[in-house]
């Protein structure tokens, strides 16, 4: 599984036999999206801080899963997947290290290192397996612990994100695994997280681009300022006879 933020992502992650796929509302609602991943399933969703009220945030809901998306994203309370799941919404939900409700679980750091916030996390799974979720982001769990919850989970499928090998998706983003930092600015995150993997250096990419860009724009600039472009080539030309046309039917100068 991959978050994806731009069209070449969506066409590459499709290309790459990618199953699962988290993109934002404004990518999923572009026309192009599913002509250039019409199989992969895909992911869309909002904070709970952003949704709105309970039935706001069902009828976005449903306009996006009309867009192109296949499931939603609910970071909020049970009550409020409940409601979505009961209108035959597929919702994933959020357990671990939530970023919107990082001030309750210490700030942005693992989340079930010791037993009792282990247990926690095992019961916000099990609230979610019988709320109607499908499925819920795991992030930054102890392996062992995200292994146990999901294998005692009968309906609720598990997409580890920094939790290890023991769920049924593995979840990266895909700025991090190229190296990408025009994406990261994107997400408004600068720094690859140690639970991922970097597999390109598209940071050394961008900058060979940009240095080529800086060469073509010097190369314009010298050209112009020395005469040798335009050149004849780049011209089109009147017929001798329709310019001298043109000239005498101008008033004197």
């Not at 612990?145 to 290890?164: D, N």
């Not at 983003?173 to 993997?197: C, E, W």
Request: hydrophobic letters at 40%.
């Amino acid at each position: 599984m991959l978050r994806i933020f731009t069209i070449e992502e969506a066409a590459a992650a499709e290309e790459a036999g990618i199953d699962l796929a988290s993109a934002p509302p404004d990518l999923v609602s572009d026309p192009r999206y599913r002509e250039v991943a019409p199989s992969l399933f895909t992911l869309t969703g909002r904070s709970h801080l952003e949704a709105g009220s309970a039935d706001d945030h069902l009828r976005w809901a449903g306009e996006m899963l009309l867009a192109g998306a296949d499931c939603i994203y609910c970071s909020g309370s049970m009550d409020r997947v409940e409601h979505l799941a009961k209108e035959y919404i597929p919702v994933v939900g959020h357990v671990g290290l939530v970023p919107s409700r990082a001030g309750w679980t210490g700030g942005y750091k693992a989340v079930g290192k010791n037993a009792d916030d282990a247990m926690r996390v095992y019961r916000e799974c099990i609230a979610l397996e019988n709320a109607g979720a499908i499925a819920a982001e795991i992030e930054v769990v102890p392996p062992e612990v995200a292994t146990e919850i999901s294998r005692r989970l009968k309906r609720l499928s598990l997409w580890s994100m920094g939790s290890g090998a023991g769920c049924d998706a593995q979840y990266l983003f895909a700025m991090d695994i190229l190296g990408d930092p025009t994406n990261q600015q994107l997400s408004g995150v600068s720094h690859v997280p140690r639970h991922s993997k970097v597999y390109r250096d598209f940071a050394a990419e961008h900058a060979r681009l940009q240095r080529e860009r800086v060469a073509a724009f010097t190369e314009y600039r010298l050209d112009v300022e020395s005469g040798n472009f335009p050149a004849e080539e780049h011209l089109v030309r009147m017929e001798p006879d329709e310019w001298q046309r043109f000239r005498d039917s101008l008033p004197e100068s």
